[in-house]
């Protein structure tokens, strides 16, 4: 990954959730805007936010993983693992990808399908067709994009998600300001939910048309 990809992940994925959570903290406690803003928002203030945008960002990360680990449990899995439960591809696409693991793995049993794979084998190719395409000359910047966007949407529904139980808790959740955050929950959610499925048939298609 080089500089570029991880500027934009962290300007997306980290910065841009921790940039929602911290507006969400000045609505809900308006005095703390003093530590950014005194006679204007000078640019010691701006950047003093940002930072601290960074550092909600990484800690919302860690309602993000609650979050991807509830919501995909109601849908067998993650989407990469969608592909052996016969829910993703086309039968054709099946047998293309099944004939590339075969050339492009070094496995020592392979099955006759890839339904036939178990979970941990299956979490195993997944990573090794991760690492094939990172090490191709291959570009693989549409699958960058749709883990970025995946990563992004997790971290403003986590924000949100936040920031509706501080409501709760300080007893600041108008029904009004209630309806509006679940509807962008619902949201991000589903672009989260999206861009997931996006992302592991891009890296069957890109896995499939490597040349080694």
Do not use: C
């Amino acid at each position: 990954m080089n500089n570029t990809k991880l500027d934009f992940y962290q300007i997306f994925g980290v910065i841009a959730p921790g940039t929602v959570f911290l507006l969400g903290l000045l609505f809900l406690f308006p005095s703390i805007k003093i530590i950014f803003i005194n006679d204007g928002l000078s640019i010691g203030g701006f950047g003093l936010f940002l930072l601290i945008s960074y550092i909600m960002g990484n800690l919302i990360q860690s309602v993000g993983n609650l979050l991807e680990k509830i919501w995909w449990q109601f849908f067998g899995g993650m989407p990469t693992n969608w592909i052996i439960k016969n829910k993703l591809l086309t039968n054709t696409q099946k047998k293309l990808l099944m004939k590339h693991i075969s050339e492009k793995i070094d496995i020592n049993q392979l099955p006759k399908s890839l339904e036939n794979f178990n979970e941990d084998e299956w979490k195993y190719i997944v990573g090794q067709i991760r690492t094939i395409i990172n090490s191709s000359s291959s570009k693989s910047e549409r699958l960058f994009i749709f883990n970025s966007t995946y990563g992004l949407n997790r971290g403003i529904a986590s924000a949100f998600i936040t920031i509706l139980v501080l409501l709760i808790i300080v007893n600041k959740a108008k029904i009004q300001i209630v309806i509006i955050l679940i509807l962008l929950i619902v949201m991000a959610l589903y672009r989260m939910h999206r861009f997931a499925k996006h992302y592991a048939k891009e890296l069957v298609n890109q896995f499939i048309n490597i040349k080694l």
